[in-house]
């Protein structure tokens, strides 16, 4: 019988960091803080011309949208332990170890503030998930667990 892939990271048990880096959060609240603002004025505008214009409706509903993503990207946390890899989101993101077929990170060096890194995770069946890792060490950990997958998948 074929033993299933394991990995323990390097930190202990688990190790766990945001999802997204200081820098992007702040750069996706200010953008929702400045739509926000100009969705407030042009409101204002057509109020004071006595309008009730229905297409501002649908640009509420977007607000609301982008709203409740940043509180999620504000929120969500990635971690590695033993069983998987996690990541908190308003539908949580689970992927067991013993699944892992393929694991590749995506990041542009120096931009990791910008552009938010993400790790493709593909399981023995095909399925396929994105999970996004900010921090050094996460970003370290999941090149480790890698290594390691395509390692084990090539023996």
Known sequence: ?????????????????????????????AMVVG???????VWEADHARGGTNSLLVWFFAALAMLVFFTFWILRSRTRIDTQGIHQTWFADKHMPMADLALVSVI???????????????????????????????????????????QAFRQR
């Open 107 to 149: 990041r542009i060096r120096g931009f990791e503030w910008l552009v938010a890194p993400r790790v493709h995770v593909r399981t023995l069946n095909g399925k396929f998930t994105v999970f996004q890792a900010a921090g050094p060490q996460l970003l370290d950990e999941f090149a480790r667990l890698s290594r390691e997958v």
């Open 35 to 41: 739509i926000s603002f100009w969705l407030a004025l």
């Open 1 to 29: 019988m074929i033993e299933p892939f394991t990995f323990t990271p390097s930190t202990g048990p688990s190790i766990e960091g945001p999802a997204f880096s200081l820098a992007f959060k702040a750069a996706t609240s």
